[in-house]
T-cell receptor, first 113, second 116 residues
Framework: KNEVEQSPQNLTAQEGEFITINCSYS?????LHWLQQHPGGGIVSLFM???GKKKHGRLIATINIQEKHSSLHITASHPRDSAVYIC???????????????FGQGTILTVHP | NAGVMQNPRHLVRRRGQEARLRCSPM?????VYWYRQLPEEGLKFMVY????????ESGMPKERFSAEFPKEGPSILRIQQVVRGDSAAYFC??????????????FGSGTRLTVV
């Protein structure tokens, strides 16, 4: 079993729909990242969370440390949101937050006009 | 303030040749991470470096792969005697010692290595 599991693996939506991508992890973490990758493109860090909730534009990310679960929400989805969304966690090492990331397998989001 | 710079963006090598991938971290970032994304697979950690030190190389294949981050200049990921299975996208990321925001962890655009 992977340390970081995402669901769903593939997600298709119509423009305007509310989208949720889920991430569960099995290890103790210092922080969780949500990343975005367009086909053939680079990786953009959307959020870094260690507790609670963050919002940026139409994107909202939440984390529940006790349940080891995070969600990424996209409100009023748009075709330009089509991309791979990746959950990644950072663990602790020797009492300090460790920079190395462990990734989920990614969720391929396609938003149709 | 330039982001993480990786070059080349695309690299084609024949089997048996050497591949050198370069990564210049963001200004002020002293930690560098290399990740590999094989076709149709997720990202996997390879190596974590600080200036002149390898902190964690648990994700590096035992043979043919090496990485360095010298006192001056970019970090280099070196693959000797490349094979077709090395074809992948190689991403570099950098961070300061303490990562306080998502902007503190920045990825480069990647190097797409194709072995023919």
């Amino acid at each position: 079993k992977n340390e970081v599991e995402q669901s769903p693996q593939n997600l298709t939506a119509q423009e305007g729909e509310f989208i949720t991508i889920n991430c569960s992890y099995s290890v103790g973490i210092s922080a969780l990242h949500w990343l975005q990758q367009h086909p053939g493109g680079g990786i953009v860090s959307l959020f870094m969370l260690s507790s609670g909730k963050k919002k940026h534009g139409r994107l909202i990310a939440t984390i529940n440390i006790q349940e080891k679960h995070s969600s990424l929400h996209i409100t009023a989805s748009h075709p330009r949101d089509s991309a791979v969304y990746i959950c990644a966690v950072r663990s602790w090492a020797g009492g300090t937050s460790y920079g190395k990331l462990t990734f989920g397998q990614g969720t391929i989001l396609t938003v149709h006009p | 303030n330039a982001g993480v710079m990786q070059n080349p963006r695309h690299l084609v090598r024949r089997r048996g040749q050497e591949a050198r991938l370069r990564c210049s971290p963001m200004k002020g970032h002293s930690h560098v991470y290399w990740y590999r994304q094989l076709p149709e697979e997720g990202l996997k950690f390879m190596v974590y470096l600080q200036k002149e030190n390898i902190i964690d190389e648990s994700g590096m294949p035992k043979e043919r792969f090496s990485a360095e981050f010298p006192k001056e200049g970019p970090s280099i990921l070196r693959i000797q005697q490349v094979v077709r299975g090395d074809s992948a996208a190689y991403f570099c990321a950098s961070s300061p010692p303490v990562i306080e925001t998502n902007y503190g962890y920045t990825f480069g655009s990647g190097t797409r290595l194709t072995v023919v």
